[in-house]
Nanobody, 125 residues
Framework: QVQLVESGGGLVQAGGSLRLSCVTS????????MGWFRQAPGKEREFVAA????????YDTDSVKGRFTISRDDAKKMVYLQMNSLKPEDTAVYYC??????????????????WGQGTQVTVTS
């Protein structure tokens, strides 16, 4: 079992940056693909980015390409999401999650097993 706690959210103006962190505990982080999802008010939770177990492969959704970067530090049991050039449409609660996946990095919410409680990101225009 894995416990995850996100932090780093906040209020930022459009064009600004935030760095989200996710600290994990329990089973070794290297056992999992790590992902970030977000959920805006009235919308379904959507995939944002994910990183492979070894950290050698990443995938992110088109809307954040070139702006967001996912990374991991297994020794510290941390996962990060660096968010630059933020837009109002990035406003959402952001969640980190684990997937015990092999092969292709999953983007489906149902493939992820453990979730944090989320951190709010609000981008003003």
């Amino acid at each position: 079992q894995v416990q995850l706690v996100e932090s780093g959210g906040g209020l930022v103006q459009a064009g600004g940056s935030l760095r989200l962190s996710c600290v994990t505990s329990g089973r070794a982080l290297s056992s999992y693909v790590m992902g970030w999802f977000r959920q805006a008010p009235g919308k379904e939770r959507e995939f944002v980015a994910a990183i492979s177990r070894r950290g050698d492969s990443k995938y992110d959704t088109d809307s954040v390409k070139g702006r967001f970067t996912i990374s991991r530090d297994d020794a510290k049991k941390m996962v990060y999401l660096q968010m630059n050039s933020l837009k109002p449409e990035d406003t959402a609660v952001y969640y980190c999650a684990t997937a015990a996946a092999l092969g292709v990095i999953p983007t489906s919410r149902g493939r992820y097993d453990y979730w944090g409680q989320g951190t709010q990101v609000t981008v003003t225009s």
